[in-house]
């Protein structure tokens, strides 16, 4: 099904004719129907508002999802939005463009918080946490307004990776981003189909398609940010057994709370040996 050049959605269109290429289109939306069924993401008849940044995760998303709606394996309307938050030179013309010619449904929305978050954030201190609050403030407000279930968003398996880490190193907590999370007021759900797409699939689909990408020149434009870092610690590793990654990132997946240490997941207290009785502890009652 994937390998006729004749039945292509536009996003395809001037796809490299090449077995590796083919190979990789085909591995991209099976992890990503992978992710969708997974984490239950689908309900039928939705809307999702799909967020293009220009970069090359979030037109890799694009291309997938819009290849599955229009086989007929995702049955949700899709909505592409790009908020351009206002950063100089960024090109305004090439996302609105590129989605005309493609035949994608799309909102553009300006909105200027470069300007509010180079103001409030002290010289020396990382853009990445105001930006972000500021935009998805932004994002589920147009999904509100145009009626959208899911803020869909263009994090792969990489960005999981590297987020669980910087929480272990930096936020004394196991945590990452989740492929689906329901925002605080529980009427809009969070998606993130590229969960289990590498980022240099992303990197070479991008590439190949000649996609025009977009640079992010705000928190690009940082050095020494802890992503960048564990980054590099991440790459090391690889270098050196190529599959690590993939193997940490299964590890996500296979969580085992009774060997951790976190007595809210696993009740230690009750554990007991077959036919002993749990001892009381500090301030429990004695037996009657």
């Known amino acids: 099904m994937l390998d006729d050049a004749d039945d292509i959605h536009p996003l395809f269109h001037g796809a490299p004719a090449t077995t590796e290429f083919r190979k990789l289109r085909k591995r991209i939306i099976r992890d990503v129907r992978e992710a969708v069924e997974h984490y ?18 979030s037109y890799t998303m694009l291309a997938a999802l819009t290849e599955m709606q229009w086989r007929g394996l995702l049955p949700v309307d899709i909505l592409a939005c790009n908020l351009d938050q206002g950063q100089p030179g960024f090109p305004q013309t090439v996302l609105p463009e590129f989605l005309e010619r493609m035949g994608v449904p799309h909102r553009i929305e300006y909105r200027d918080t470069y300007s509010i978050v180079t103001d409030k954030v002290p010289e020396g201190r990382t853009f990445c946490a105001l930006c972000s609050r500021l935009r998805r403030g932004h994002l589920y407000r147009i999904a509100r307004e145009e009626g959208c279930s899911a803020v869909v968003l263009g994090h ?47 990197e070479k689909f991008a590439r190949a398609m000649n996609y025009p990408i977009i640079p992010c020149d705000l928190c690009g434009s940082q050095d020494g940010l802890q992503r960048q870092q564990v980054k590099q610690i991440l790459d090391g590793w690889e270098k050196n057994a190529p599959g690590r990654r993939q193997v940490m990132f299964r590890s996500l997946m296979n969580a085992r709370p009774s060997h951790l240490l976190d007595p809210k997941l696993f009740d230690f207290a009750g554990l007991t040996r077959e036919g002993a009785e749990p001892e009381a502890g500090p301030g429990s009652e004695p037996p009657a």
Not at 40 to 57: F, P
């Open 40 to 57: 239950g993401m689908v309900e039928r008849g939705a809307r999702w508002l799909v967020c293009l940044s220009g970069g090359k995760d």
């Open 156 to 202: 792969h398996r990489d960005d999981i990776l590297e987020t669980f880490f910087m929480n272990l190193f930096h936020g004394g907590r196991l945590a990452t981003m989740p492929p689906k999370l329901l925002n605080e007021e529980g009427d809009l759900f969070v998606y993130r189909p590229l969960a289990h797409v590498a980022e240099a699939d992303c």
